[in-house]
């Protein structure tokens, strides 16, 4: 079965309304990390929608009507309708449609051209092909043409807007070609913003005029095959198998302008009105589709990441000072370009949408941190995010207070004060929130931020001055909350405020994407998190699944509780085109599929590689390249309850620790030379060097 492939057979329908869950395109889909574009219809013609991770409306204020904006639509018309099926090939980047009598093939070029050919009997019409630019949100629209090609531009601009957008759209009828029976007729669309050059339009002229629909189409197919070859897992579940494959795919379409990473909805924007303007919001939504891209060896589609949280570095310092702290704070949301999309007058703390959490920008660090121990590459982080996490820590060595030998965290809400403003807010309503003490994933966060600066600083060799207080917050910042729930000992949600809530899994998230628990954790705290774990069921919460499965594998519940709960997302949530449909956000729950069997299939994340650790032995399964802790690249395959094919490439030449009771021998690839290694019960570890691949049998 071809797992990189899917099917419509029926009309994506579009459900009334503008929340998250309304919102998200049903339609066939694809992008080049930059433009995207989604199928639609009207009741007589088939509709592409434009879409740039750039074209923002750069309106301050909390969401107004700014934020994330379409770039327009391409209108085909003179098409039956009548017979719908349209088939996406995700590994060459590719659409293939067939309506009734006309044939339509799709595909987003690397350098921002859509390409399209349509295939007409010669007894038919031809299709018009038109481009169509909205006039909403006070945009300002041109047309002209310019020898052949025909240019449409849409800017905003005027003395509210911040920082000028404008995007030039070119239509370029290529070729048509006429045989006995039909007509083929060939098209490119070029997209180019100011931010890709300051002469946009006669760029975007360019682009079109010199378009090669032929050598591009290969260029398109070679780049997909090129990330797919990447890494690869294999399951005799081969839904799972197919989702897997969609959900990577959509990330990468979404997740290569590096100036301009995704918002909540990515760049499948198909209208002027998407919720929270399809901002940046930090306490988790962010962050989420970044979760499975490391562990799938996809660190490139990390690269656009940093470049909105460090834009925020002047207003995160003045955040931080609101608190009488030194280093960085960050609000609930902001645009790229620090666009203020958090200033609301009546909001209690200093007018700025904090909503009683101070926790966003260590949970910003997450994500660099990931990228950090996966990859240990120095001059990333020294370049990227080391400043960051940095000054993050900074402002938490301020804002802890040291009691009785204690780190403890005050006044940060585990939750989100939905109400932490205006004249109807009553503080002795919220007193529990307001005053918070040791929310339970601040410390799971906060714990993890002095693990990964401390460690950055001595591979770098800088700060030495913080060692000795970073290792002493690393090993006294507060426990984890507990209370007794249901007769059984649980992780609370706080010291001191919100005990417990049957929604989110804002009380898991210490264990993922934290990693602050997990198989070398022991038994106890362990059984509490199990407890934790099995009060309700999260497997289908609209801003928790994404976490709450892969939770799960990193403390080894039941692997058929996973992948049941898998099963039932994609059964609930999953759309025609494999996005997720929540009511929680967009294209986080990309993340979900992938980076739970990532985890149930290997984990690295306490310096120990270990192989299947959540899975059904009897479930065959293999895996290519998933990406360790430690910058490892690993593989390997279960078949008949046994492990084979164990490889290990070491990209970095660190120390390699691997949990498997059953390995005799290690072998290094390149000279067939057996290496000496220890043994500490059922963990082997070994000396690596750089590019070098290992073989343990």
């Known amino acids: 079965m071809n797992t990189y492939f899917n099917e419509f057979t029926n009309k994506p329908e579009k459900l009334p309304g503008n929340g998250a869950y309304e919102k998200m395109p049903a339609g066939a889909l694809c992008g080049n990390g930059d433009l995207g574009v989604v199928l639609s219809n009207d009741e007589t013609d088939l509709i592409i929608h434009i879409s740039k991770c750039d074209f923002w409306k750069f309106i301050p204020g909390a969401h107004k009507d700014g934020g994330i904006k379409t770039v327009g639509n391409i209108r085909i018309e003179n098409i039956d309708l009548t017979e719908y099926n349209i088939k996406q090939y995700f590994d060459e980047g590719l659409i293939k449609c067939c309506f009734s009598d006309t044939k339509i093939e799709f595909f987003v070029a690397p350098q921002n051209i859509i390409y399209f050919e349509t295939k007409t009997p010669v007894s038919k019409n031809l299709p018009v092909i038109n481009i169509e630019m909205p006039d909403t949100c006070n945009s300002v629209n041109s047309e002209f043409a310019e020898n052949d090609v025909t240019c449409y531009t849409r800017k905003f601009t ?8 404008a995007v030039t759209v070119c239509l370029k009828e290529i070729n048509t070609n006429k045989s006995d029976d039909c007509s083929i007729s060939r098209y490119c669309v070029s997209v180019c913003t100011n931010f890709d050059s300051s002469n946009h339009t006669k760029k975007a002229v360019e ?74 919001h930090m306490n988790y939504n962010y962050e989420a589709p970044y979760y499975c891209i490391f562990s799938s060896n996809h660190p490139e589609l990390f690269d ?130 307001v005053n918070t003490i040791n929310a339970i994933n601040s410390l799971g966060l906060v714990k993890l931020l002095f693990k990964g600066v401390y460690d950055m600083a001595k591979e770098l060799g800088l700060n030495s001055e913080k060692y000795a207080l970073w290792e002493d917050i690393n090993k006294n910042l507060s426990d984890f909350p507990t209370f007794i729930k249901h007769g059984k000992k649980c992780f609370r949600y ?16 210490h264990i993922y994407p934290a990693s602050q628990i997990g198989f070398s954790s022991g038994e106890k705290l362990l059984k509490i998190a199990k407890n934790t774990y099995f009060i309700n069921d999260r497997r289908l919460d609209d801003n928790g699944s994404n976490s709450y499965l892969p939770a799960g ?12 709960g898998i099963h039932q997302n994609i059964k609930e949530f999953a759309l025609p085109n494999r996005l997720f449909r929540h009511h929680g956000g967009g294209i986080e729950h990309l993340t979900t599929v992938p980076a739970t069997i990532n985890e149930m299939l290997m984990q690295s994340y ?32 279960l078949k008949n309850e046994n492990i ?5 490439k070491s990209l970095k030449g660190r120390n390699c620790n691997v949990e498997c009771s059953d390995i005799k021998a290690v ?21 690596t060097q750089p590019d070098e691949a290992y073989i343990l049998m």
């Not at 780190?407 to 919220?430: L, Q």
């Not at 039941?558 to 992948?563: C, K, S």
Request: net charge negative; glycine share 8%.
């Open 494 to 509: 706080s010291k001191f405020g919100i005990r417990w809530r049957d929604d989110n899994t804002v009380g898991l998230q």
């Open 207 to 280: 682009m079109a005029s010199g378009c090669d629909y032929d050598a591009d189409k290969v260029k398109t197919r070679e780049k997909w095959q090129k990330f797919f070859a990447a890494s690869k897992v294999t399951l005799e579940d081969k839904e799972i198998e197919k989702f897997y494959n969609s959900s990577l795919y959509h990330l990468a379409g979404c997740m290569g302008n590096k100036g301009f990473p995704p918002g909540l909805f990515g760049n499948f924007i198909t209208d002027d009105f998407f919720p929270w303007a399809g901002d940046y």
């Open 667 to 687: 072998v290094r690839e390149a000279d067939n030379k057996k290496i000496e290694f220890k043994r500490n019960g059922n963990i082997i570890s070994f000396e």
């Open 304 to 433: 656009g990441y940093m470049t909105p949280v460090n834009e925020m570095s002047e207003y995160a310092q003045s955040f931080a000072k609101l608190f009488n702290c030194r280093g960085y704070a960050f609000p609930v949301s902001f645009g790229p370009k620090a666009l203020d999309v958090f200033s609301q007058a009546d909001c209690k703390e200093h007018g700025v949408l904090f909503l009683g959490q101070k926790s966003h920008a260590a949970y910003a660090c997450v994500i660099p941190l990931m990228h950090w121990f996966s990859t240990y590459d120095k001059e990333y982080a020294s370049e990227n995010y080391y400043n960051f996490i940095f000054n993050v820590a900074l402002f938490w060595e301020d804002y802890l207070t040291k009691e009785k030998g204690k780190y403890v965290i005050k006044k940060d809400a585990a939750h989100e004060i939905p109400y932490y403003r205006g004249k109807e807010f009553k503080f002795i309503t919220h007193f529990g929130q």
């Open 606 to 637: 306490e310096d120990v590689i270990r192989l299947f650790p959540c899975w059904n032995k009897k479930s065959d399964a293999s895996f290519t390249n998933l990406r360790a802790d430690g910058a490892f690249l690993v593989s390997a395959e």
């Open 553 to 564: 594998a990193r403390i080894g519940v039941d692997p058929e509780f996973l992948i049941e």
């Open 644 to 648: 084979s094919s164990l490889k290990i």
């Open 158 to 165: 005027g003395e509210n807007i911040d920082i000028e957008t």
